[in-house]
């Protein structure tokens, strides 16, 4: 079992830049799925991006693409989410979760995330 740990929410203004990070315990570095989502209340979760945490691959939805990036660092078994050019589009609790599967399965669209954080609030507003 992956326990995942959010941090770095919080508000900015419109243009500014939030870092998030998960940490993983229990991470083993390989084989693992990563990815961040988001949601506002009254909507759909929304896929954000992806890391195969075996060889860094990435994926990251259309909306963000460009003005996020995920990384990783297995020393301190965190996956970090750099957002950048913020608008209010991308106000939402972001949650990052994990599975275990094989690569060619690590989207936004796998159905199968078990693994969730507890989220935390991203505000983007004047």
């Known amino acids: 079992q992956v326990q995942l740990v959010e941090s770095g929410g919080g508000s900015v203004q419109p243009g500014g830049s939030l870092r998030l990070s998960c940490v993983a315990s229990r991470y083993t570095g390989s084989g693992l799925c990563i990815g961040w989502f988001r949601q506002v209340p009254g909507k759909e979760r929304e896929g954000v991006a992806t890391?195969?945490?075996?060889?860094?691959?990435?994926y990251y939805n259309d909306s963000v693409k460009g003005r996020f990036t995920i990384s990783q660092d297995n020393a301190r078994n965190t996956v970090s989410l750099q957002m950048n050019s913020l608008t209010p589009g991308d106000a939402a609790t972001y949650f990052c979760?994990?599975?275990?599967?094989?690569?060619?399965?690590?989207?936004?669209?796998?159905?199968?995330?078990?693994?969730w954080g507890q989220g935390t609030q991203v505000t983007v507003s004047s």
């Open positions: 890391i195969y945490t075996s060889d860094g691959s990435t």
């Open positions: 979760a994990a599975t275990r599967i094989p690569r060619a399965r690590c989207y936004t669209n796998e159905p199968f995330f078990p693994f």
